[in-house]
């Protein structure tokens, strides 16, 4: 992978960090593009899938092998240009996930999963946030064992790239917490610290983030793609 650099320091060796990935011009198109009337409401956020949401065996049914063109230029060019998904089933990205955090809205402890290349791209927009990455195995035995388990803090800035990969994608857990500040923000507790774009702002507000609303791209190679979507809308295989 070409990002050697942004390579975070602390978590499973595998996780990497690059700050201003898209322009602030860029951040307002994308989020002027997001299709108003996709979302899909859940009980503490909501969200919409492109091309389409995967189904009960994890199947993408895709009526267009590629995203629109509003996420291919400028995003998903650039993440390719990581060589990030070089190894992955298709070569590309062919899915992206879009979610809606409030102030105060957050997601449980969770895995990406085998339906997916073990790649994962996420792009941030609006706001910032604190991603809490935990050791899998630890985390399963929190209670039975008594053991604190081995935890990182991720800021992700507004218009940054993360890409998640190797052993931090399939030993840790993602989640973000249902708060409306993160706190004791610094370079003893957030894993990327050294690579944040804009470390004074954080320390002039007295080490704390003040949750807004963010969108999340997240962006994947679903490993299982069938092209029934494409015969039953007269299009030709992919």
């Known amino acids: 992978m070409a990002m ?5 320091p602390g978590p ?5 960090y690059m700050p201003n990935f898209v322009s602030e011009d860029e951040e307002t198109k994308l989020l002027e593009s997001i299709p108003a009337n996709k979302w899909i409401t859940l009980s503490k956020r909501r969200l919409q899938a492109i091309p389409a949401r995967l189904t009960a065996t994890n199947t993408l049914l895709a009526t ?6 509003w996420l291919e230029d400028p995003i998903v060019q650039r993440i390719h240009a990581t060589d990030a998904f070089d190894a992955s089933p298709h070569g590309r990205i062919n899915h992206c996930l879009i979610n809606e955090y409030l102030a105060g809205q957050g997601i449980m402890p969770h895995e990406d999963g085998g339906a997916y290349h073990p790649v994962v791209a996420t792009v941030s927009l609006g706001g910032s946030i604190v991603l809490d990455v935990t050791t899998k195995e630890e985390n399963n035995t929190f209670l039975a064992s008594g053991r604190q388990a081995s935890k990182w803090r991720v800021l992700q800035e507004p218009r940054s790239l993360l890409i998640t990969c190797g052993a931090a994608y399939s030993d840790t857990l993602h989640g973000i917490a249902e708060v409306t500040e993160d706190v004791d923000l610094g370079e003893g507790t957030v894993a990327n610290w050294s690579l944040l774009g804009d470390q004074e702002t954080v320390i002039a507000v007295g080490e704390k983030n003040v949750r807004t609303t963010r969108i999340s791209l997240t962006f994947r190679d679903v490993k299982k793609v069938s092209n029934l979507g ?3 809308f007269g299009k030709a295989k992919t």
């Not at 267009?64 to 063109?69: A, E």
């Open 230 to 232: 494409a015969k039953l």
């Open 4 to 8: 050697d650099d942004q390579r975070i």
């Open 12 to 16: 499973p060796p595998s996780m990497f």
């Open 64 to 69: 267009d092998s590629s995203l629109p063109p």
